[in-house]
């Protein structure tokens, strides 16, 4: 069984369910510990005054911000208690959306929330939970306090289970305004054959296609470097350059991704389902 590391309950209304929280994703990255080059020795990492030139232990180093004018602000630690979440075990759902109103961008690490307990009571009314957010497609909108921050979380039913995704706040996304490129409309001709390009390239989600390439390659020098073998580095690959008659490279694209028989590769099969009707 996976790691839990919150246990609590998913509360709505008059409705309160058990429920314990595990990550939904693993890390699966090679980690490397800084060494001392010469001996080989673990580097190790000290907190020193810039002004004493002196060791500061923990119980020593204060919290600053730092104004727009230089200045800091100290803070202690009873005033930065004073501001933390009160301390729950329970992800209030304040709303429903629709799943697919929620913007992607929004969202931030998944987890996964599970029934608590070994009661029968527990796991009833967890499935009867999720079983009603699989038939109304909607998601539930909450907050819980994790450690000392408090998130925003979007719950939906995913694959039998509830999976809970912390979200970003509104304003830390940042707007479009004044970063958008400007250009004139693109005349339709060339938009008609950019999205020619793209119905070629659909294909039906399967994220099993798709895997860390740099985690493999660098899996691949660590296995030869203890072998004992010379690790050579790679050319740089070429950049491509822009082309420069668009129309032109959108036509012999296309004309690249068909097949002889008039139909585009790599078709999903949802697609072809659609233009079949």
């Not at 190790?44 to 232990?57: A, T």
């Not at 490129?181 to 099993?208: C, G, M, N, R, T």
Request: proline fraction near 5%; aromatic fraction near 6%; hydrophobic fraction near 40%.
């Amino acid at each position: 069984m996976p790691r839990t590391i919150w246990n609590g309950s998913l509360s709505f209304g008059l409705v309160n369910v058990p429920v314990s929280l595990t990550s939904a994703a693993r890390d699966l990255d090679l980690h490397f510990r800084q060494l001392h080059k010469k001996d080989g020795a673990p580097i190790e990492q000290r907190r020193f005054c810039s002004k004493e030139d002196v060791e500061v232990e923990w119980e020593e180093v204060a919290r600053g911000f730092e104004l727009d004018s230089g200045k800091q602000v100290v803070l202690t630690d009873l005033e930065l208690a004073s501001v933390q979440p009160r301390k729950t075990r329970t992800v209030e759902i304040e709303a429903f959306v629709d799943l697919a109103d929620v913007d992607p961008i929004y969202f931030d690490h998944p987890w996964f929330l599970l029934p608590f307990g070994e009661s029968e009571g527990t796991r009833r009314a967890y499935q009867l939970l999720v079983k009603v957010m699989e038939s109304t497609e909607r998601a539930a909108l909450g907050r819980f306090v994790m450690r000392t921050k408090e998130y925003l979380v979007l719950v939906r039913a995913r694959d039998g289970l509830l999976s809970l995704t912390t979200m970003l706040f509104g304003d830390e996304v940042r707007s479009t305004d004044g970063i958008a490129p400007s250009a004139s409309k693109p005349a339709k001709k060339k938009v008609d054959q950019a999205a020619a390009v793209i119905e070629a390239l659909a294909v039906d989600w399967d994220p099993e296609r798709y895997k860390d390439c740099y985690r493999e390659r660098l899996t691949r020098v660590v296995r030869d470097k203890k072998k004992g073998k010379t690790i050579k580095a790679p050319e740089e690959p070429k950049q491509p350059k822009p082309a420069p008659d668009l129309m032109e490279a959108l036509e012999e694209t296309l004309a690249r991704m068909s097949d002889g028989k008039g139909k585009r590769k790599g078709t999903s099969s949802k697609r072809k389902a659609a233009a079949a009707r």
